[in-house]
C-alpha cells in the first residue's frame, strides 16, 4: 500500500488543482511541437523532392556552349572513375510544396541514358510505358503524380501555362512507383523545343560524394556550374538559416512566457496548501522534507505533463500527415526530434522556476502562523 505522504497522492486525490498545470504545460508543448515540426518540413520537403540528386551530380556551361567539350575532358583528370557522362537536355516545370511552388527539372534523355538511370536509380516498376522518340511525352514518378494530380494521359507542360510551358501539350505517358521525385522526356523534343540550346552534362561516378566534392573545388571559377547534392543540402540550409533563428526567437518568448505563468500557479498552488504544510510540520516533518516532497510533486506535473505534451503533439502532426500532407505528397515527420528537442527548454525551465517559488515560499514559512490562522 502506498505511504499516504506519497508526493503523488495528492496529484492523484486532488485532480482539480493538479490537472489545469498539466494541461496548460502540455498545450504549450503541442504548440512548441508542432509549429517546429511544420517549419522543418520546409528543408524536409526540399530534401525529399531533390532527393534524386544523390545518384549524380550536373555540370552545367555557363552560357557558353562552346565550352562544352573542354568541360568534358577536364572531368576525364577526376580521381574518382567515372561510370558515366550523359548529354541530357532540360526542360521545368512546377511541383508544389507546403511553401508554394518550386521548379523541377524535366530531364530530356537518349533513350540508353535514360535505360542507365532507370537502373542506377531502381527505377524498375513502370505503368504505362516510355516516351517515344521526339515525341511530347514524359514519365514522372508516383509522389510527382500525386503531388500534381497527374494520371497517364494528362498534360504535365503546356503552350497556354507561362509556368509549365512547353510549345507542345507534353502528356504522361508513364508513371514509375518509387519514392523518388524524378521526370524524364525524350532528349530530342526537348532539344528542339525548349531553351536554352545548350547540353548539360550529368555525371554517374563510382563514389558519388567524393566525385561531388572534388568537382566542386575543381570549377570553381571555371565556366561551368557544378550542381551536387551537397550543395543543394548546403543552400538549402544558408536560406532558412534567417527563418530558423526567428523561430528559436518566438519559442523562447513562449518559454518565458509559458514559464512565468507556471511559476504563478505553483505559487497559487502552494498557497492553497498552507495549512496542510503547516500541520504537517507542526507535527515533526521538517520544513527540508516539504519542501523536497513539493519540489518532487512539481516535478512529476512537469515531466508528465511534458511527456503527455509529446504524445499529443505526435498524435496530432500524425493526423496532419495522413489528412493534408500526404495526399498532396508534402512531407511532415511526427516524430520529428528537432521539434522534440526544441520543446526541451520549457519543461526544464519550469522546473526550474517552480524549484525557486518552493525555496522562497518554505524559506519564510511558519508553522506557528498557520496554526493561529494568520495565514488563510
Known sequence: MAHP????????????????????IALAVLLICGIVALVHSIPLSVREI???????SAALPRSDPSYLPTLEAQLSESPVPIERVLKIRVAFFN??????KLPFVLHGLKPEDAAFLRQRMGLSQLTGRLPAVGAPEAVITRPIAVNLGLDIGDELLRPDDPQNYSPQPVRVVGIHESDYWFAYGDYTYVAQNHFPPVDDLVIVAKDQPRFDRWAVERFKGTKARILTHAELLRETDESLAVLLQLLSVVIGMLVVVVTVMIGLFINIYLS???????????????????ARRAGVEASIIVIGAWLLGVLVSVGVLWIVKITLMD????????LDWYGIAYTLPLPLAVLLASFLTIRIRFARFDPVEVIERRIA
Do not use: K, W
Not at 5 to 24: C, E, K, Q
Open 95 to 100: 511541383v508544389r510544396s507546403i511553401v508554394g
Open 50 to 56: 531533390y532527393g534524386y540528386s544523390r545518384n549524380f
Open 5 to 24: 505522504l506519497a508526493p503523488y497522492i495528492f496529484l492523484l486525490r486532488n485532480p482539480a488543482r493538479s490537472v489545469p498545470i498539466t494541461i496548460v
Open 327 to 334: 495526399p498532396r505528397a508534402y512531407f511532415l515527420d511526427p
Open 272 to 290: 492553497q496548501r498552507i495549512t496542510e504544510f503547516g500541520l504537517l510540520q507542526a507535527i515533526g516533518f521538517t520544513r527540508g522534507f516539504l
